[in-house]
């Protein structure tokens, strides 16, 4: 490849192909800053190389931009330093529980939490739908982790740690569903079974102190 150029509002942080050689199944790596905007967004990437059938190709990328949210949503999370971001269609609060917005069929509702640095987290995912193709992917540094669908209104408990970003993305079912609830809630920092072994612990203590 002699050269790599993007032709939308990205910019180019890292090009290991340009002025390089792959061969048959080898790849080579482009890292782009994406000036995202809120919504659908497409970016192109204009490659020229010496080969004679493929002097000059693109290759494009379609992509969803997030936006900051509103402070509430944050407070709803109790880890420090984050940024929390959303789709067009945002995440809400009643001041306890995190939720999706009301999306049509095959929307999606996304959420973003950022600048998690490797800490460990917890959260508790709950779905009672009528559909079974309502589903919640969660996302760990942009590769999906688990799916998460119908847990007949129980909690389930998720705990991470090693990244720097988490995505909880709620897809509505296809077609028209009477009802969908999709409650998250104990978003915070630490482990959950931690927790557990230290009160046991002190639980034993308080025991044999006692006899």
Do not use: C, H, Y
């Given at each position: 490849m002699t050269s790599v150029t993007a032709l939308g509002n990205a910019s180019i942080t890292a090009n290991a192909c340009e002025n390089t050689t792959t061969g048959i199944n080898e790849q080579c790596k482009v890292t782009l800053a994406l000036n995202a905007l809120s919504g659908e967004n497409q970016e192109t990437l204009s490659i020229q190389t010496t080969h004679p059938q493929a002097q000059s190709f693109t290759v494009t990328a379609n992509y969803e931009g997030l936006t900051l949210t509103a402070n509430e949503l944050?407070?709803?999370?109790?880890i420090e330093d984050i940024r929390v971001?959303?789709?067009?269609?945002?995440?809400?609060?009643?001041?306890?529980?995190l939720f999706p917005t009301t999306v049509n069929s095959k929307q999606k509702s996304v959420l973003m939490v950022s600048d998690i640095d490797a800490r460990q987290f917890h959260f508790d995912v709950s779905i009672d739908s009528?559909?079974?193709?309502?589903i919640l992917n969660i996302y760990l540094d942009g590769e999906l982790r688990d799916s998460v669908k119908d847990t007949d209104n129980a909690y389930r408990r998720f705990e991470f740690s090693g990244a720097d970003t988490v995505a909880l993305e709620y897809i509505a079912p296809?077609?028209?569903?009477?009802?969908?609830?999709?409650?998250?809630?104990?978003?915070?920092?630490?482990?959950?079974?931690w927790f557990l072994l230290a009160l046991a612990s002190f639980a034993l203590v308080t025991r044999n102190r006692s006899e």
């Open positions: 944050e407070d709803q999370i109790d971001f959303s789709n067009q269609d945002a995440w809400q609060t009643d001041g306890e529980l009528d559909s079974p193709d309502s296809n077609g028209n569903v009477a009802q969908t609830s999709v409650k998250v809630r104990d978003f915070a920092a630490g482990s959950f079974a």
